[in-house]
């Protein structure tokens, strides 16, 4: 008995010993000092961190490091900031210098790292787990290089990040769930890589988030109802991915959206009747290119901060309200959708534009516009440089009402049931540059005011009752790219100004006509 006793005490004291010496190399550990091999948290470490990065990056931009030298300490190395006090790297910022090489995994040990800014260069491989070791970096800036791989999920432990910007790489497989957990995250940035899976729901959890782009993607799967519940997302953009399902309603009620941008992908739905009213600052909303459904809420009216509405190419029906408050937009997008009635007063709204100076792009076409271009249009500022009503049954006489519109370049009213002559006035369009319009019943002769346009790279006048001979006014339309007058009753001479024109070489079609004359060319 005695004996196991002392035996007991022998052991006892012995793993005591044995304790000690490891609080002992912990200490040392903890204060980073120096024991021969290799300590983490040392600025020995940073240093080791920092040679390791500058070994790894290859080519003539190494130039760019020459400061990295063993002749001045590190803190002083470009692009390197270090704490005042205890002489750790805090900062590390290398942006636009054309910098190629893989990242280092010993940037995980520079455990004092606050900033990491390496954008608008050319590092290429994938972003070690490493980094994830890191518990200070508030800022992580890696756009517009050449990553790839998977986004770490090891990410998801610097739990301290507000800003992840990665857009711009070639980032490929899911965005990692469990990035849910960056609780401080504001920015939020994976736009422009080759992401595929969806949007994870842990992203309801992210309730600093501010800015989320996710644009030029190929992620698929809805967009999670829990997104409803970030209260203070501004910017929402997830342009040309392939995300379907039903928009959250949930999602219309955050009201400090200034950007949505749903564009390019297969999602479903309606627009919320409450729209301007819940998102009071909406500067720039676009939901092009879905399959959204429904009317054009007239709730848009008090929307009064929109700069851009693009709304087009779904399947949007019914007339759209009035835009009057709207006087901040420049662009109007409507086009490829099944909007108006086909009849008169289809086109009221574009009297509720006519006090808006900023508006630039006007796109209607390719719906269910009916009856006559309203007169109102004529009052529209002049700053207006798009129209395009194409593909509607909109009738009248379209030409005499565009006429204050003097710095148009495109005007697109083709395939509509506009008739009546092409006015002398069309000489006053002298920016225009695209003219069609094809497929009416405009009847009368070309007039020779036409040569004014010498910006004029395109012009269809094909399908209508044109008669007379070509101006040969034409010649002075100097910059014409393609040219086509067919099916029409024009007559006469070919005029041969009409084909001196320089770089009238990619389009000419004169068929279906009674003109005569030599084509030389
Ligand atoms: C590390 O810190 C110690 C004391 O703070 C200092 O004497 C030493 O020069 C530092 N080493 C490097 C490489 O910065
Ligand atoms: C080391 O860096 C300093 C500071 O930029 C520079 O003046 C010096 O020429 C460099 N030395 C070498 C050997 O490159
Ligand atoms: C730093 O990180 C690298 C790679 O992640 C590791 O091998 C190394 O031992 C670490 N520690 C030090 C003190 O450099
Ligand atoms: C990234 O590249 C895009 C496109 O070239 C550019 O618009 C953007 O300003 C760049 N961003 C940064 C941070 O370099
Ligand atoms: C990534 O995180 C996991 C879980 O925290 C950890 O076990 C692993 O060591 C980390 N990987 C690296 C390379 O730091
Ligand atoms: C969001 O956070 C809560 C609380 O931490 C957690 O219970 C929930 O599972 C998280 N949701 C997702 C989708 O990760
Ligand atoms: C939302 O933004 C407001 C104002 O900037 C801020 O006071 C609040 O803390 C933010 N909420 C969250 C959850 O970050
Ligand atoms: C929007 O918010 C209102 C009040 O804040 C609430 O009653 C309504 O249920 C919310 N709608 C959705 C779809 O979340
Ligand atoms: C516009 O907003 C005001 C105030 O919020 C509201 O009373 C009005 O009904 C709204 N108008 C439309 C058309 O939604
Ligand atoms: C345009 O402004 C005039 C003068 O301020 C005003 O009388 C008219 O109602 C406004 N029209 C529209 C459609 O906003
Ligand atoms: C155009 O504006 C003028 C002056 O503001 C006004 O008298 C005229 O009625 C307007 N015309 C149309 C068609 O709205
Ligand atoms: C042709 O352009 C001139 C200005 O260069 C302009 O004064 C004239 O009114 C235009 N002619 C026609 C017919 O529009």
Redesign the pocket.
Known sequence: MELSTKHMEVFNSFFLVYIEVIIFLSCFNLLGLATGSPVVGGNDTDHQALLQFKAKITGYQLEVMESWNSSIHFCQWRGVTCGRKHRRVTKLELKHLKLSGSLSPYVGNMSFLRELKLQGNRFYSKIPQEIGRLRRPQILDLTNNSISGEIPSNLSACSKLIVVYMGGNQLAGEIPALLGHLSQVKFLSFRNNDLRGSIPPSFGNLSSLEELRLEFNGLTGIIPEALGRLTNLSYFMVVENAISGIFPMAMFNLSNIIAIDIGANKIQGTLHFDLAVTMPNVEFFSIWGNQISGQIPIAVWNASSLNTLQLNNNRLTGNVPSLEKLDKLIVLELHANALGRGREGDLKFF?TL?NNTKLLDLFVGVNNFGGALP??I??FSSTLLHLSIYKNKISGRILDRIGNLINLELLDASENQLSGPIPFDIGRHQKLQRFYIDRNFLSGTIPDSIGNLTMLTAVNLAFNNLQGSIPSSLGHCQNLLAMSLSHNNLSGPIPPQAFELPFLSIFLDLKSNYLTGVLEQ
């Open positions: 009297c006519v007169k109102c004529s009052n």
